[in-house]
């Protein structure tokens, strides 16, 4: 029993580790996909007729370049991925990963073309997209997405991992260590190459099966979609079920430019770049669904904790809720305010996940068409109003209105009436005391102690209570020697939002968008 529950834990932490490494290549692409929406708004003829000059040459030559650098990371997402896998998971030597990634992607590539050469499978220039072929980096080769990099990736760094330190005889010492991973990498991928033209309609074929299945739910597909995102949100794996979604057949496939495309963020970015109109199917799936919450819902929820706050403590903390509205309300960063009430009201979360859904489910419905990643205001301006009348952007307004008013009455009402303990209702001078009531931080902390990180670590238990270190976009990931000695009522002084236990050893702290310079800081006193 105990070795199950271990393997368990071990896979739980996996995952969690593996959806992290996704935002590696999504936060690119999210900025980039910024840069193509600013492009393709200010190149469309409808913006030159309403703003003249507009048309200006040089400006024109000025956007288009614009939209050519947005353009780069949806070409060439399969490597990116196959790359910050690698150097995301290793804990050591993780330049070497991710060099080692690209080189294995590359590897098992040549691998693919040269068994589809052999076996006569190698379609011709104009049949490849009916063949399931493409071309990556000059080699054409199986057409498999961002799947393709995840599996480079994994085996990379499974081979990092083993071999980094590996210890060759005298004559061959020069190919040790650090300099053997590469090498195992290609030898190992373009074998793995050689094998994936006979196994890889499997895998595509489930992938396919799964799309469809979320395709024929209907309107149900987008309201199921933001449950399980929020859902797994709290153990830190929505970033999977995000990709999964995002890149491949799984967010649906249509035809752009007469190219086959997978996955709800590839066709936009793909159409909004071929200047096609925007597939309604594909943007259920993006950023639109998700503006009602965190451009509206999610600030109310701040100031109902504001106004149930009691009065003597709202000052302290105005500074933590307008730093949640805003980072929600600007860039679709939802944690910062989710962590307020998720631990201390499970049943408001819950609530807020089935919004979340219904969210998705009505601003497809109202027809909006507004891609890209985040759902925060950036998004509504450039992919919205920008883009024209046709997206609908006016529409999110009164749906954003009534999902303040329902989010900010249910949450006052709940909050008062079962004595929820959100930020400010605590008892004058319960958060100045630790657990057993007799440690003031300010007499150990610079100013009032937040986001400290001798502090913090401290409460951690100390150096020798770290095994390891990292941190994902909001919260730091530890594992840690015994979690008795974590001090939960100090984190919180210190500013941490809440702490996720996942098993005896692997804890979560939630820091908000302040979380790097934590670690940082961590880091530097380990």
Request: charged share 15%; hydrophobic share 50%; aromatic share 12%.
């Amino acid at each position: 029993m105990q070795k199950s529950t271990s393997v368990k834990t071990r896979l739980f932490g996996f995952f969690q580790e593996l959806g992290k490494t996704f935002m590696f290549p999504v936060s690119l692409l999210a900025f980039l996909g910024i840069l193509l929406g600013l492009g393709s708004s200010l190149t469309s003829q409808a913006m030159i007729d309403k703003i003249p000059w507009l048309g200006n040459e040089i400006l024109q030559h000025f956007f288009n370049s614009i939209s050519t650098l947005g353009g780069f990371a949806f070409s060439y997402l399969p490597v990116l991925f196959a790359m910050s896998i690698p150097l995301g998971l290793s804990k050591r030597n993780k330049g070497v990963a991710a060099y080692s990634g690209f080189v294995g992607y590359m590897l098992m590539n040549m691998g693919i073309n040269f068994m589809l050469t052999v076996t006569k499978q190698l379609a011709e220039a104009e049949n490849l997209r009916t063949a399931g072929q493409g071309m990556m980096l000059g080699i054409q080769t199986i057409e498999m997405g961002i799947l393709g990099g995840i599996i480079a990736g994994l085996v990379t760094y499974v081979l990092h991992e083993k071999y980094q330190d590996m210890v060759m005889p005298d004559a061959f010492s020069f190919f040790g260590g650090i300099r053997f991973v590469p090498i195992i990498s290609a030898i190992a991928l373009f074998l793995v190459g050689l094998l994936l033209p006979f196994i890889w309609p499997i895998f595509g074929n489930a992938i396919t099966a799964l799309g469809n299945l979320i395709q024929q739910a209907g309107i149900f597909g987008p309201f199921l979609y933001g449950i399980g995102v929020l859902a797994l949100k709290p153990f830190g794996m929505h970033h999977i079920l995000l990709a999964m979604v995002r890149f491949t057949d799984a967010g649906g496939t249509e035809f752009v430019n007469g190219d086959k495309i997978s996955g709800a963020l590839n066709i936009f970015y793909a159409q909004l770049n071929a200047g096609e109109p925007i597939s309604a199917k594909a943007t259920a799936f993006l950023s639109q669904g998700f503006m009602p919450t965190f451009m509206f819902g999610l600030p109310a929820v701040a100031i109902a904790i504001y106004m149930t706050a009691r009065p003597e403590n709202r000052k302290a903390i105005k500074g933590l809720l307008i730093s949640g509205i805003l980072v929600s309300l600007v860039t679709g960063i939802s944690e910062p305010i989710e962590f307020l009430f998720l631990f201390v009201a499970p049943q408001l979360y819950i609530f807020h996940a089935l919004m979340s859904g219904v969210a998705m489910m009505v601003v497809s419905l109202a027809g909006v068409v507004i891609g890209n990643t985040d759902g925060g205001i950036i998004d509504w301006i450039i992919f919205g109003v920008m883009q024209g009348n046709y997206t609908k952007w006016y529409l999110l307004i009164p749906i954003g209105i009534a999902w303040f008013m329902i989010y900010y009455f249910v949450f006052k009402w709940y909050i008062q009436k079962h004595d929820i303990k959100t930020p400010g209702r605590e008892a004058a001078g319960q958060d100045e005391i630790d657990e057993d009531g007799n440690v003031n931080l300010k007499v150990f902390t610079k100013g009032d102690g937040l986001y400290d990180p001798a502090i913090i670590l401290e409460a951690l238990g100390g150096k020798e209570n770290i095994k390891t270190l990292d941190n994902c976009v909001t919260r730091l990931r530890l594992n840690i020697e015994d979690i008795s000695l974590v001090n939960k009522n100090i984190l919180k002084k210190a500013g941490a939002l809440g702490v996720v236990e996942l098993d005896a050893h692997n804890i979560q702290v939630i820091i908000g968008a302040q979380v790097q310079t934590v670690k940082t800081g961590i880091e530097m006193l380990l």
